[in-house]
Structures are given as structure tokens and as C-alpha cells.
């Protein structure tokens, strides 16, 4: 299968700060792709390229088999975007905006369906600065969506709102998808990218430091595994610390972190229980992106 958007060594500075340094990735038609990494990393810098918004500095870029430099209204029609930045003024109604947008574009589809499938019909009146969060995200949505784009770009939709919020959204993306439509999906968040992408690329200082699906990067990681429980009536660190695997016992208060390798829950289970003691919300904690993140930069995600 042709690829729906090849970036190659991509590279763009604003003066000095090198926004976008080397990036490289495709994207497969019908897939959300993740691009995902801290603040300042170059997420959007790198998508405002894709979309030819800005020009680079290096590399190439192509989407649907256009260089978006050379024919931006072409490719405008066919894809759908909403910008990180996006904001409309407070007085626009919803209607009133999707006629705006309807204007830029060739071909679009009817809004009054699409308002019925983000949930937004009651709301054709009202006024953009009276929506609540969830509203606005839903908005922008329908007006990435008005040309019936075959790849939709999503720039930290979700920040900002509420974690239920959140999570609806995390389902408006899904359907997006299942109509048939690819996805490009920018966020800070791993839970996000866990929840929703099927491969992704990480990001830090303008370059891809790692490009997977999410599963695979996790298992990349040799890492250990860490289990946690709590025990009210006191305990002896060094009963666990004997335990095959085991290379670090915590305890803060009544909360204690084993880590180790190997079958760590079983192990730490048994020594429990041959010492007569009753761990309360016995639970291993898996490695998850942030610890990939972490495992390659040496930093948190988020400082
Ligand atoms: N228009 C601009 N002029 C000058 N510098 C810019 C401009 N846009 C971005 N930068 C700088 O380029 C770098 C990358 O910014 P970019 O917005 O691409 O990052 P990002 O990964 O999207 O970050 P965030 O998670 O905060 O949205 C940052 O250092 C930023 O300050
Ligand atoms: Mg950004």
C-alpha cells in the first residue's frame, strides 16, 4: 500500500531554534498515527509542515502524492485540520461558522448530519463563546470534517478538557476513523496515544526518537516490572528482598514497591504468604510509554 503522508529528514528553524531538526515518518492509509513528545518538541511545527503551512527548511514532504508546497489548494481539499491554536470569535454562531468554513473548500459534505453526529445539533444557534469545552473540540471537529477529508489532523484536541471529557473525545476520534478516514493524532499525552494510536512516532528536539506500534516500544524495554501493595500491620522489608528477581524493596508509610524480574507477582505472592503476611491491593504495574520516554531521554514527559 502507498502511504497516505512520507516525511523525509524534515527540517525546519525559526532563527535559531531548531523547531525541527530530522523527522522522518509515513503514515499507512486507515491508521491513527501518533505523533507524540513534550512541549516545544516540534509536534506542530512538524504537522504545519505536512499540511503546507510552513515551508521547510530540508527534506521532503508528501501527502496523497502532493508536495503541499506546490499545490496547497489541492491538498486543502482533501484534507481536514484542526490546529493547536484553533480559536473562532465569541460571537460566531456554529452555523455561522460552518458556513465560513464550507466557503473555503470545493466540495463539502452537508452540515446538518454532521452536527447530528457530534452531537452538536441543539447547538446551531448558539454562539462559539457560550459552548463549553467539549463543545468547542466537537466544533472543530465537524469543521475539519465539512470536506469529507480522506486524512484528518488533530493537534492536542483533547487539552484542556476534563478527563471525561477527555475519554468522549478519545471515542469521536475512534469514529472518525471507522469512517474510513485516516488519522493523525499530536498530543503531550502517552494515555492518549496508548488509548487510540496504532503506531506512533515519539518526539523529542525535533527529531523521531522512536517510531512503533505502542506495544512494541513498551516491549523494547527491558525493563523491570514493579508490584504494590500495602500492609497495615508493619512489615520486614528484607523478608522480600531474599525473593528470586528482586533487585529494590520501597517502603513509604504502609505502601511498599518490590521491583525486580522474572514471574515478580507470583514470587512476591508466595514469600507474602509463607511470612503470614496479608498484602492489601497486591498489584503489578506494567511498563507503559512514559517509561519508554523516560527509558530513552532520560526525563520525564512532563517536567
Ligand atoms: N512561529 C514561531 N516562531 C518562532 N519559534 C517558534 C514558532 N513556532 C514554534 N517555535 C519554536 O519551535 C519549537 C517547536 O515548537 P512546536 O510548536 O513545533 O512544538 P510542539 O511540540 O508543538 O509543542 P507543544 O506541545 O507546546 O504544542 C519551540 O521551541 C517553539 O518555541
Ligand atoms: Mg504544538
Not at 523525509?8 to 530530522?22: E, S
Not at 491508521?31 to 503546507?52: C, D, H, M
Not at 487539552?159 to 473525545?169: E, H, S, V
Not at 528482586?246 to 512476591?268: D, M
Amino acid at each position: 500500500m502507498n502511504p497516505i503522508i512520507e516525511v523525509r529528514n524534515l527540517r525546519k528553524a525559526y532563527g535559531r531554534t531548531k523547531a525541527v531538526d530530522d523527522v522522518s515518518l509515513t503514515v499507512q492509509p486507515g491508521e491513527i498515527f501518533g505523533i507524540v513528545g513534550p512541549n516545544g518538541a516540534g509536534k506542530t511545527t512538524t504537522i504545519e509542515s505536512i499540511i503546507g503551512l510552513r515551508q521547510p527548511d530540508g527534506g521532503s514532504v508528501s501527502v496523497l502524492g502532493m508536495n503541499p508546497q506546490a499545490e496547497p489548494k489541492k491538498l486543502g481539499n482533501r484534507i481536514g485540520v484542526q490546529l493547536q491554536e484553533a480559536a473562532l470569535p465569541d460571537r460566531m454562531k456554529v452555523w455561522e461558522a460552518l458556513d465560513l468554513y464550507a466557503s473555503f473548500y470545493e466540495r463539502t459534505v452537508p452540515w446538518e448530519p454532521l452536527l447530528e453526529t457530534w452531537g452538536l445539533a441543539e447547538k446551531r444557534q448558539a454562539q462559539f463563546g457560550n459552548l463549553s469545552g467539549g463543545q468547542k473540540q466537537r466544533l472543530f471537529i465537524s469543521l475539519a470534517l465539512l470536506n469529507d477529508p480522506e486524512v484528518v489532523f488533530l493537534d492536542e484536541l483533547t487539552t484542556g478538557l476534563d478527563p471525561q471529557a477527555r475519554r468522549a473525545t478519545w471515542d469521536l476520534v475512534r469514529a472518525i476513523r471507522e469512517q474510513g478516514k485516516t488519522v493523525v493524532l499530536i498530543t503531550h499525552f502517552m494515555d492518549e496515544i496508548e488509548a487510540l494510536a496504532d503506531r506512533v512516532a515519539i518526539i523529542d528536539h525535533g527529531r523521531v526518537i522512536a517510531l512503533d506500534t505502542p506495544p512494541n516500544l513498551v516491549a523494547q524495554l527491558q525493563s523491570e516490572t514493579q508490584v504494590h501493595f500495602t500492609t497495615p500491620n508493619g512489615f520486614e522489608a528484607d523478608v522480600l528482598r531474599a525473593v528470586a528477581g528482586v533487585t529494590a524493596v520501597n517502603q513509604q508509610n504502609q505502601q511498599v514497591t518490590v521491583t525486580g524480574r522474572g514471574p515478580l507477582l507470583a514470587n512476591v505472592a508466595a514469600a507474602l504468604a509463607q511470612h503470614n503476611i496479608a498484602p492489601h491491593d497486591l498489584r503489578v504495574q506494567q511498563a507503559n510509554l512514559e517509561d519508554v520516554f523516560l527509558a530513552l531521554t532520560g526525563r520525564a514527559i512532563r517536567n
